[in-house]
């Protein structure tokens, strides 16, 4: 041993010191942002702004061009929309698209989430999607009216079955996507803790590919409102029935402009809608509480 460490140390003296009243004025431990910082980092208020600035140009423009029947302004269409939504039927045709749409999408979703669990678990499945999706993708939905009018005539149906088509296939693949990007550290992370079966998709896969899940819904939720909209165009213009698709295509053929404007205003409404309200909350409270998005 040493001689240093034969040696006792010192024990250090023990210092007490009473807070004084100064000390509150050292400095501001937090310190309130100015206005344009909390508005900057505010996303509310960045969409907001840009869906202003939207308007502002589509009001300007509409005001140079001064023709109602090519450009309606777009204070003429809010109040276009406003009359149909109170005095017309725009509001019934709204329900009626949203009903189909929903079926559709809820169909789609899970026949893709059979798929693709099937693609998962076994080779055979895998293989099946793949040459499913590569034979059907490529194929716009529109496509299939002939076959819908012929197999289930006119009516929801028929709209539902196009929708599932647009739906199936565009989730499907983010989804098997998402399944093929987990890492193998997950992977064998979840065996080591001894999960297997359900608790090992549920407790691992899902989560590891949700965020290429829900970009799939996404997708396939824009997939399914166009395949609505022209879907109800050709239908509408058989049966005389349907929703804002056969709203548009109505006006259209009345030379109503500043109608058809507040029919695809009621659409883009609604996608803001859905995209704030729900896919952004699902966000919130998943992908971006798990660290796996910014």
Not at 101 to 125: D, E, F, H, N, R
Not at 133 to 141: D, E, F, G, H
């Amino acid at each position: 041993m040493t001689e240093m460490s034969r040696t006792a140390l010192a024990p250090r003296p023990n210092v007490y010191r009473q807070p004084d009243a100064n000390d509150a004025k050292t400095g501001e431990i937090t310190k309130q942002l100015p206005l344009f910082e909390r508005l900057r980092s505010n996303t509310l208020f960045r969409r907001g702004s840009i869906l202003v600035l939207l308007a502002a140009a589509w009001q300007g423009y509409a005001m140079v061009l001064q023709n109602d029947l090519l450009l309606p302004s777009f204070w003429a269409s809010l109040t276009a929309l406003y009359d149909a939504f109170v005095h017309g039927p725009l509001l019934w045709r709204m329900l009626y698209s949203i009903q189909v749409l929903l079926t559709g999408y809820v169909i789609g979703a899970v026949l893709a989430g059979v798929l693709v669990s099937l693609a998962v678990s076994t080779q055979w499945g895998s293989d099946l999607l793949a040459t499913l999706t590569a034979m059907l993708n490529p194929l716009p939905a529109i496509a299939l009216l002939p076959l819908a009018l012929l197999w289930f005539g006119l009516g929801m149906s028929s709209m539902v079955f196009v929708i599932v088509h647009s739906v199936l296939w565009a989730v499907a693949l983010n989804a098997q996507t998402g399944f093929q990007s987990v890492s193998e550290t997950l992977r064998m992370a979840g065996h080591n803790f001894g999960l297997r079966n359900m608790r090992y998709i549920f407790g691992i896969l899902v989560p590891a590919a949700f965020p290429s899940i829900l970009n799939g819904l996404k997708i396939g939720w824009a997939f399914a409102w166009r395949t609505l909209i022209a879907a109800e165009l050709v239908f509408g213009a058989t049966s005389r029935s349907g929703g804002i698709g056969w709203f548009i295509f109505e006006n259209r053929n009345s030379l109503e402009t500043a109608n058809v404007f507040a029919g695809l205003l009621t659409v883009i409404v609604i996608g803001l809608l859905v995209d704030g309200l729900i896919f952004r909350a699902i966000e919130r409270r998943t992908v971006r509480r798990w660290g796996m998005q910014r």
